[in-house]
């Protein structure tokens, strides 16, 4: 036994003397506050304060725990209170997993330092990595705690108010349960064998022997798969097994699930196992670009070169538009990973009727459908129970671990969880894809373009995940947010031997935006334009049409996002000029982008319906599907459903996410909460208002009130009050949402969203021109999202998109087999932010409710190629290779002095 | 269960080390790191453990008639926030450059030579400083220098039944350290390149200089035809003396992290900024 001082109380735990004290706090004393992330210490989300000092409780043996002061989020202190607080006022928790380990880091800082500055602050919080928030408001709240003022939190909650997240104060005192939290104690552990060769045959030999060797429950392979042993999003296309069948196509593909206590399925070595291995040669490394290839191997039979999709989008005579300047470049994109603080975790339990999955996910229904095929169940037999998910970014909407789960919980009828190491997450989920993009730009002599072409090549890995979606959504976008008459784009997704690409943030448009930007760039240098003239000269708007030939009716911002930061782009032009006339090593340089992103799928069905219930008992429950993955959709679509209802936000209860409970809002992903499901809310809302209202024989402007089982309708002539206890039945309202699309043809002409958002960033980046590092000091944002119905989360969903473009701009490399951990895979620490600043621009879209459209996607997709247009301008090289570590643009330099 | 010892004496830990060959651990910084890495492709973690962290008398700096003792357990958070003379200036830079604050508070200087990787931020400047390293045994004590300490990528000379107790840092009087890193973010990054010296002028001129360049070779290396090349240089001009020819011993890699070119231009670079920085 070891015995533990942990908040002031004393434990006996048994534990092993090597475990981390953070295994020791979650598993052992069900301090789950602690969040595991990577236990390697590279992401500090364990972070415990140990004697005072801050410390990865996943680099502490526990042995080495005893004795000393173990302090964790659990903690009562009024010093911590006053951070969680100030944290919830900021904002500065999403999905909140990060929280505890920043919270206690903040903490230790607090402790030793009364009023520290923001430097010390970074300092401080450096160790502990934050994917949503882009850390300022982090920052910011300490910087409030240790000042004793937090930030003011509005007193309405109306549509517009800028009031903290509603499901804020768990995540900042250690009780929101994630998706490695929830297990029952007598939960089997499952464990996947994954595949250490790219491309492989195989052939099991006895399991049945090896798993009573190794005094397993089960050892499942895919002979073990009940149903069908494929998944995959896309409806046609489910090309993935769940566990290998005698070929591997990728390294980390899943091959066996090894079922038993934790000891026993930790204890295996998997070189143990009797599977003979035959390595065979793959597509990886630089031959992914080749895929196609004549001579190359072919992955799958239903895709003849290898050849997932193809995407075409085809408007006048591209070809033929040349004029008086024209660009042509080639970039090339790495695989990013999403970088979630969650690996992917959670459990299934068996039923009588079928099985429930409770597990982190971006799409719990898209989760029943693909879970319920691979077990052989009708869907409704399948429940999906969303977990709090710590982080998403598009590399939570595939199944992962619920498939494994619920075939080893049917099979052995027991409780199953999995937890995924943060290597086999980096290992075997999607990543954004790599791509190559030749494209050219034409415009006339005044800069307007003229014509504009890509070819696009996708690494789309191993099997199809969103590949699909990524090949035709950039063919609607690749010419940005332009008004250009001649457009001929094609896409190609390959399938290679790498790790399946999928979705993430912005699904194929930041990489091509990278491109496109680049070419913008380039025809302002040929032309001698200033590169915010040009782009304010073809600035798509209000009446424009788009090379799909849709006709922008409304909400298109574009014009008035440049306008708004034109002061700031001239300033930082001035500033740039000022500093490099004096300093010849660190340049100073200015850039700018814009984008355009179309909200919700592209030219398909995407609907969203939302049930909102005034019970007899008084309560008032909205029953929403859209899973909150951080960004704040509960929040939103909760002020979005009170304000058109007409009742206090803090009547309203919510249910979440739950398939059994919930209507499908279909999935958080493309931008489309906000704008589908929040249309879906409120017209959920507008339709339970009038049956009160006609309960109440009133007119469309009577106030309503609340309390208890009384319903007061109040308008300028009478007051009737309802005794809701008398009513024979709730009444409850439902409303279904499907945005107004209309199919691309051959040539990717339709209408393909029923809304975009539009941004423009503005980038100021320090260049060492001796040792090529990059420092971006500052981000301006001018981004139109019709109605800001948060203000709070909208600029919460800026800045952590701003951290993952610059992320993608800067150090974000994956490379299957070398970099699966966050030591090698960097992503930006609070210490890598600039400051940024935010124009909201609000063209309300009609379609949307109160006027809001999609956030979260379009606050990426610009900080990248700004951040290039940036360097350009200090160095006069045009990077157009991703990420630029400082050994591409040492080597773009020297080539262009040479 | 795998053995994990945690013994209470330095006698114990070198009877147990003699004993059971187990591996120290101090800080686990480094340790839980590759167990995990392990773990994550099936490879359980069978390696016993002694743990050194009940072990009296091998934390913190002390004085000595011929410099100082860091004890083998001293962290870089200790050394950061001991008050030392200008010589450490590069040693607690470096330590406010390791990881994070976290494992600054948890990793130790022991810890870091041990794991012997071509970047530990901490080997450039014991180079620099010309420290040994104490390593203990039940047959006794024996010192050797740093230099020799490291044998090779991740190659050390520690014998197996040996334990390093301690590291001594000789006296320089009037030498100053300075330290730079290299590193494709801000906190939390391993190093592309870094450089240490230690330095000692007299009159505004270069009296004695220990450089050495870190994460560009194998085993971070001294660079003595720089040392010899600075003497008697002006300290305002010694930013201008490193050259190319002096980097001559070192082989750095490609990999994920930077090319071979751009960490032969980079450790140049440093260099240079960092001299320059004794002249600022």
């Known amino acids: ?898 | 269960m795998m053995p994990y010892h945690r013994p209470r004496s330095l006698a114990d830990a070198l009877a147990l080390r003699a004993a059971t060959g187990a591996l120290p651990l101090a800080g686990g910084t480094d340790i839980h790191p590759l167990r995990t890495a392990r773990a994550a492709w099936g490879e359980p973690w069978r390696t016993p453990i002694l743990d050194l962290s009940a072990v009296p008398g091998l934390d913190g700096i002390t004085e000595t008639a011929e410099g100082w003792r860091i004890g083998a357990r001293t962290t870089w958070t200790t050394i950061a926030e001991t008050s030392l003379p200008p010589l450490f200036d590069g040693l607690r830079a470096a330590a406010r450059e390791v990881g994070g604050r976290q494992v600054q508070n948890r990793g130790t200087i022991a810890g870091n030579l041990v794991t012997a990787s071509p970047a530990g931020d901490g080997i450039p400047n014991l180079l620099a400083l010309d420290a040994s390293v104490e390593l203990s045994a039940t047959t006794g004590t024996r010192r050797m220098p740093v230099a020799d300490f490291i044998t090779g990528y991740r190659a050390t000379a520690l014998a197996p039944g040996e334990i390093v107790t301690a590291l001594h840092i000789p006296r320089d009087d009037g030498a100053r350290g300075r330290f730079v890193k290299l590193g494709a973010r801000r906190y939390l990054v391993i190093s592309i390149a870094m450089a240490a010296a230690v330095l000692r002028s007299e009159d505004g001129r270069i009296a004695q200089a220990r450089i050495a360049i870190g994460a560009c070779s194998p085993v971070a290396q001294r660079l003595p035809e720089l040392e010899a090349a600075l003497r008697d240089v002006e300290l305002a001009r010694a930013a201008t003396v490193p050259r190319a020819a002096h980097l001559a011993t070192l082989a750095p890699i490609s990999d994920i992290r930077a090319s071979t070119e751009y960490r032969q231009n980079a450790a140049l670079a440093l260099l240079r900024d960092l001299l320059a920085g004794f002249a600022a």
């Open chain 1, 1 to 898: 036994m070891i015995e533990l001082l942990v908040n002031g109380a004393r434990h006996e735990v048994a534990a092993d003397p090597f475990a981390p004290l953070s295994d020791t706090l979650r598993e052992g004393l069900g301090l789950t506050g602690t969040k595991e992330g990577c236990n390697a210490g590279d992401c500090g989300a364990c972070t415990v304060l140990m004697d005072g000092a801050q410390v990865c409780a996943c680099l502490v043996s526990t042995a080495q725990a005893e004795g000393a002061a173990i302090t964790t989020i659990e903690a009562a202190d009024p010093l911590l209170d006053a951070l969680r607080a100030a944290f919830l006022a900021r904002g500065a928790a999403q999905c909140g997993v990060c929280t505890p380990g920043m919270l206690m880091a903040a903490l230790d800082l607090l402790r030793r330092n009364v009023a520290p500055d923001r430097a010390t602050v970074e300092d401080a919080l450096g160790g502990v990595l934050c994917r949503c928030t882009g850390y300022l408001q982090i920052i910011e709240a300490v910087l409030d705690a240790a000042r004793g003022t937090p930030a003011p939190v509005p007193a309405r909650a109306s549509v517009g108010a800028a009031i903290p997240r509603l499901d804020g104060a768990a995540k900042v005192d250690g009780t929101e349960r994630y998706g490695a939290d929830t297990a029952p104690e007598d939960a089997l552990w499952l464990r996947v064998v994954r595949s250490p060769h790219a491309r492989a045959r195989f052939t099991l030999g006895d399991l049945e022997a090896a798993r009573a060797a190794h005094g397993l429950a089960a050892i499942l392979s895919a002979r073990d798969v009940p149903g069908v042993n494929a998944f995959g999003i896309m409806p046609n296309l489910k090309d993935q097994p769940v566990l290998a069948e005698g070929e591997v196509r990728f390294r980390g593909e899943a091959v066996l699930a090894l079922v038993g206590t934790r000891a026993a399925v930790e204890a295996v070595r998997h070189a143990d196992l009797p599977i003979a291995w035959e390595p065979l040669p793959g597509i990886t490394g630089t031959r992914v670009w080749q895929a196609d290839a004549d001579d190359a191997p072919q992955l799958h039979a239903h895709a003849p070169r290898n050849v997932l999709v193809r995407g075409r989008l085809a408007r006048g005579d591209a070809r033929r538009s040349g004029g008086a300047a024209g660009a042509l470049r080639v970039v090339e994109t790495s695989f990013v990973e999403h970088a979630y603080i969650e690996p992917e975790a959670g459990h299934a339990l068996p039923t009588p009727e079928g099985v429930t999955v409770i597990a982190c996910t971006q799409a719990p229904y898209m989760d029943r459908e693909e879970t319920a095929r691979v077990v052989g169940l009708p869907e409704p037999a399948v429940r999906i129970i969303p977990t709090a998910c710590g982080g998403g970014f598009g590399g939570k909407l595939d199944v992962s671990i619920q498939p494994l789960l619920a075939i080893a919980a049917r099979r052995l009828n027991r409780p199953v969880r999995v937890v995924y190491s943060r290597g086999e997450s980096m290992a075997s989920t999607t990543k954004r894809h790599p791509a190559r993009l030749t494209a050219f730009l034409n415009a006339d002599a005044e800069g307007r373009f003229t014509g504009f072409g890509m070819d696009a090549i996708f690494n789309t890995g191993a099997y199809a995940s969103w590949g699909p979606t990524v090949a035709n959504r950039v063919p609607v976008h690749a010419s940005g947010p332009y008004r250009v008459p001649n457009v001929a784009n094609q896409s190609v997704a390959l399938y290679t031997n790498d790790t399946p690409a999928g979705a993430f943030r912005g699904f194929g448009v930041p990489q091509s935006a990278i491109a496109t930007e680049c070419l913008v760039d380039d025809i302002a240098e040929e032309l001698g334009l200033d590169r915010w003239e040009i782009r304010r000269r073809n600035a798509l708007g209000k009446g424009d049409v788009t090379p799909s030939g849709q006709v922008l009716h409304a909400s298109a911002g574009l014009p008035a996002c440049l306008d708004a930061l034109k002061p700031d782009w001239e300033a930082a032009l001035a500033r740039v000029a000022a500093h490099n006339a004096t300093q010849p090593r660190e340049r100073l340089g200015a850039g700018i982008a814009c984008m355009w992103y179309g909200c919700g799928n592209t030219a398909m069905t995407n609907p969203s319906t939302m049930r909102i219930t005034l019970a007899r008992d008084g309560t008032l429950t909205l029953f929403n599907g859209a899973v909150d993955i951080g960004q704040g959709s509960t929040t939103v679509i909760g002020q979005i459903a009170a304000e058109a209802l007409g009742l206090p936000l803090a009547a309203l209860r919510q249910v979440v996410g739950d398939t059994a409970l919930t209507p499908d809002a279909g999935k958080t992903s493309a931008s489309r909460q906000t704008f589908v499901s929040g249309r879906a809310a409120a017209d959920a809302a507008k339709a339970l208002r009038a049956r009160l209202l006609a309960l109440a024989n009133a007119g469309d402007g009577a106030a309503l009130s609340l309390d208890g089982t009384r319903l007061t309708v109040r308008d300028a002539h009478t007051t009737r009050v309802t005794d809701l206890a008398a009513l024979e039945a709730d009444i409850t309202a439902e409303a279904r949402y499907d945005p107004p699309t209309v199919p691309l043809d051959a040539d990717g002409q339709g209408v393909p969203y029923a809304t975009y958002g539009f941004a423009a960033q503005v980038a100021l980046v320090r260049v060492d021109t001796v040792l090529a590092t990059v420092k971006v000091e500052e981000i301006v944002v001018a981004q139109d999202v019709g109605r800001a119905v948060n203000p709070l989360l909208v600029m919460g969903q800026i800045h952590g998109g701003v951290a993952q473009g610059l992320g993608l701009a800067l150090m974000e490399e994956f490379i299957p087999g070398r970099t699966e951990n966050l030591h090698d895979y960097l992503i930006p620490t609070a210490g890598d932010m600039p400051r940024i600043r935010i124009h909201l621009v609000e063209d309300p879209e009609p379609e949307g409710p109160f006027g809001a459209k999609g956030v979260g996607e379009p606050a990426l997709v610009p900080t990248a190629p700004a951040i290039l247009s940036a360097i350009r301008h200090a160095t006069g090289v045009c990077i157009t290779q991703v990420p630029v570590l400082p050994h591409r643009l040492h080597a773009a330099m020297k080539g262009h002095r040479a």
